[in-house]
């Protein structure tokens, strides 16, 4: 099974709202990353934050990490159209380590 | 600083063909990675390299697929003999050779179809 998977599987929102994203993980991590692809394309780096860390923010991102739970969210606050796009988590276990994707959220904004 | 390269964009391919997909990984990267992912699936693992070395080909089918990081060029990711279900988008994403956490940088990608 995938070592990130993320729920939902698909979210709907209107612009201006909050879009909450989840995923969990099984095995220990060093690192859990949360990447955007909108159709077609290929994928952003967001944001990456540590075993060590428990919340992050990036401009109207914030991830949290809770490593007891093995899961982490990412808050996209006051969403706009343009956020449209799947929003996938990677996890890696630290160094050069290939990324784990789990399946992703696809998140339409409707204006 | 250019981002990571890949050619061709889009590739098709008949059945038995053989498919030739390159990435030219960030300046000063030195580590390059190879995913698939399949029509609304996440991206799964293929292989991982750098400079003349395969680091880690767990990922790879053990048949028809082969990829190399030469010293001078671009990475190459071949799939000989192609069938229907190699269609995919295959991205590659490359790292600093000095790791200090694992971000990795990923290229547009190149979507293979199969006929």
């Known amino acids: 099974s995938q070592q990130g998977e993320e729920d939902p599987q698909a979210l709907s929102i209107q612009e201006g709202e909050n879009a909450t994203m989840n995923c969990s993980y099984k095995?220990?991590?060093?690192?859990l990353q949360w990447y955007r692809q909108n159709s077609g394309r290929g994928l952003v780096h967001l944001i990456l934050i540590r075993s060590n860390e428990r919340e992050k923010h990036s401009g109207r991102l914030r991830v949290t990490l809770d490593t007891s739970k093995k899961s982490s969210s990412l808050l996209i606050t006051a969403s706009r159209a343009a956020d449209t796009a799947s929003y996938f988590c990677?996890?890696?276990?630290?160094?050069?380590?290939?990324?784990?994707f789990g399946k992703g959220t696809k998140l339409t904004v409707n204006p | 600083n250019a981002g990571v390269m890949q050619n061709p964009r889009h590739l098709v391919r008949r059945r038995g063909q053989e498919a030739r997909l390159r990435c030219s990984p960030m300046k000063g990267h030195s580590h390059v990675y190879w995913y698939r992912q399949l029509p609304e699936e996440g991206l799964k693992f293929m292989v991982y390299?750098?400079?003349?070395?395969?680091?880690?080909e767990s990922g790879m089918p053990k048949e028809r697929f082969s990829a190399e990081f030469p010293k001078e060029g671009p990475s190459i990711l071949r799939i000989q003999q192609v069938v229907r279900g190699d269609s995919a988008a295959y991205f590659c994403a490359s790292s600093p050779t000095t790791v200090s956490y694992n971000e990795q940088f990923f290229g547009p990608g190149t979507r293979l179809t199969v006929l």
């Open positions: 990677a996890t890696d276990k630290g160094g050069s380590e290939k990324l784990v």
């Open positions: 095995t220990s991590i060093n690192n």
């Open positions: 390299l750098q400079k003349e070395n395969i680091i880690d």
